[in-house]
């Protein structure tokens, strides 16, 4: 792949280094970064990336970038909102998978005396693993309920207070959110996975605050030195995966009747005008919103 250095820590593919590139491709990387880089297929997805009908700018790649699905982990794309396309790879599986901090009254001295009896008990306690199974047990309502209304559900049925969606992006709900564009397939995955953390690199974390570096910032968010807090990583668990794979292998099908040529079959799209788009989008917000509230 033709890759050009055009400033201290930006790359370009120019956007004639494929066919049916639109855009360049453009890449936030030092030079050992980008040594990295190279060594899989993830500057072959930012150019494939190029190629979507609509996209803006550039296919943009974070400095984390690594191979992925379609686009590549840590890529960056934009479509035009009237002329732009949505494609599920883009989104991808785990659908709103994000992290969430609590806080603790603990210092880092309350708890290393107890680490090992903690983690223990969080291990124990917490379900993680593929498979991994929770102990909120869905009913169909229920699930179909927690779809459209994200954290709001869970603080709801006394898994939280209703100040902790004021700290949280969208408040923990994405509107819009089409219960009925989601798969029964989708809901049997996901209605025993909430309150799990699942596989990959999913985790719940001890972590304590080493340093301070805005003292407004950290006494709006009640941090302080030495303080133990807790971090958690999930998303949206089987339900979002079923989401992408069904809405997939529509829109595979679908790239023939919309007059679209794509170079990886994995960016398979739809423009955001038509059915196809409006339904993934309603089931993509479900999952998400299923993501809010498992974490």
Not at 103 to 122: F, I, K, S, W, Y
Not at 134 to 158: C, F, I, P, Y
Request: some cysteine; charged content about 20%; hydrophobic content about 40%.
């Amino acid at each position: 792949m033709n890759v050009e250095q055009i400033g201290p820590y930006l790359w370009q593919i120019p956007r004639d280094a494929k066919r049916g590139m639109r855009v360049p491709g453009l890449i936030l990387a030092d030079a050992p970064l980008m040594a990295q880089i190279r060594r899989d297929t993830s500057l072959e997805q930012v150019a494939n990336a190029a190629t979507l009908p609509g996209i803006v700018k550039a296919s943009f790649a974070m400095p984390d970038i690594h191979q992925g699905y379609g686009l590549p982990v840590g890529g960056v794309v934009a479509t035009d909102a009237e002329t732009g396309v949505v494609s599920p790879g883009g989104v991808g599986y785990d659908i709103n998978c994000g992290v969430r901090l609590l806080r603790t009254n603990l210092a880092a001295g309350d708890v290393l005396p107890r680490l090992r009896e903690l983690v223990d008990g969080l291990y124990q306690a917490i379900p993680a693993g593929v498979g991994s199974r929770g102990a909120v047990k869905l009913s169909a309502g229920d699930e179909r309920r927690m779809v459209e209304t994200g954290a709001r559900w869970a603080v709801e049925h006394g898994f939280g207070e209703r100040e902790d969606l004021l700290r949280i992006e969208s408040n923990g709900c994405l509107a819009e959110a089409d219960r009925d564009a989601v798969s029964p397939k989708a809901y049997e995955r996901g209605k025993n996975q909430l309150g799990t953390l699942g596989s990959g690199n999913h985790f719940l974390e001890i972590q304590v605050v080493e340093e301070i570096y805005h003292e407004p910032a950290a006494a709006a968010l009640g941090l302080f030195r030495d303080q133990v807090t807790v971090m958690i990583h999930t998303g949206s668990r089987g339900m979002g995966h079923q989401v992408c794979t069904d809405y997939l292998r529509r829109l595979e099908g679908a790239l023939q009747k919309f007059g679209i040529w794509l170079p990886d079959r994995q960016l398979a799209c739809a423009p955001l005008d038509s059915a196809e788009a409006t339904e993934y989008l309603g089931a993509m917000r479900a999952a998400a919103n299923f993501a809010f509230a498992n974490r």
